[in-house]
């Protein structure tokens, strides 16, 4: 099953903060976060491994609540840079190597 | 690092027709993954190869199949193709040596599928 991703979209003013969050109905593995602007590749943000553990990307983190199978990421003092979708991809733990992605975040932020 | 490349960028075929996608993984990855991308929606996954062996496969029917080569490069190839084929196929590659198949990956910029 594709991971729950909300909201579907949300427009930010420069300097706001914003989180996304990743639901999954299967019992992960590992989630990762990508960022696809338009037209382009997406692109890797980080790997969450560990239950409850949160890792950073400059001013994006996120988390990883291994029991309850949610993920968020947080956007803080966003910039027009970090506009685009982002999409959550869960990987379980029959296989362990096939990563379901869910249908995305579209975030704008506007000046 | 050329990165994780892919041809054509771009490619028009008709019903019925078949079209084989091609992608050259970043340089020290050994893993190929090939997803579908419809508009405004998120990667599907197809199927993942490694050491020249599929060894995941999505919800997606026989007519598509795939190749990965001694150099880790993969082939996707769609048979009898249909309307609803049309999308942005991604390839990502990743090491599955390093990362037990949980790491990064990195994606090519896509080959358009159009079907006509």
């Known amino acids: 099953q594709q991971p729950v991703q909300s909201p579907q979209a949300v427009i930010l003013r420069e300097g706001e903060d914003a989180v996304i969050n990743c639901s999954s109905s299967?019992?992960?593995?590992?989630v990762h976060w990508y960022r696809q602007k338009h037209g382009e590749a997406p692109v890797f943000l980080m790997i969450l491994l560990k239950g409850g553990e949160q890792k950073g990307h400059e001013k994006i983190s996120a988390s990883f609540n291994e029991k309850k199978q949610q993920s968020s990421l947080y956007l803080t003092a966003s910039q027009l840079s970090y506009s685009g979708t982002y999409f959550c991809g869960a990987a379980d733990h029959t296989g362990g190597f096939k990563t379901i992605f869910g249908a995305g975040t579209r975030l704008f932020v506007k000046a | 690092d050329a990165g994780v490349t892919q041809s054509p960028t771009h490619l028009i075929k008709t019903r019925g027709q078949q079209v084989t996608l091609r992608c050259s993984p970043k340089?020290?990855?050994?893993?190929v993954s090939w997803y579908q991308q419809a508009l405004g929606q998120g990667p599907q996954f197809i199927f993942q190869?490694?050491?020249?062996?599929?060894?995941q496969r999505g919800n997606f029917p026989d007519r598509f199949s795939g190749h990965q080569f001694p150099n880790y490069s993969s082939e996707l190839n769609v048979n009898a193709l249909l309307l609803g084929d049309s999308a942005l196929y991604l390839c990502a590659s990743s090491s599955l040596g390093t990362s037990g198949g949980s790491g990064e990956q990195f994606f090519g910029p896509g080959t358009r599928l159009t079907v006509l």
């Open positions: 340089s020290g990855h050994d893993t």
């Open positions: 190869y490694y050491e020249e062996e599929e060894r």
């Open positions: 299967k019992a992960l593995y590992s």
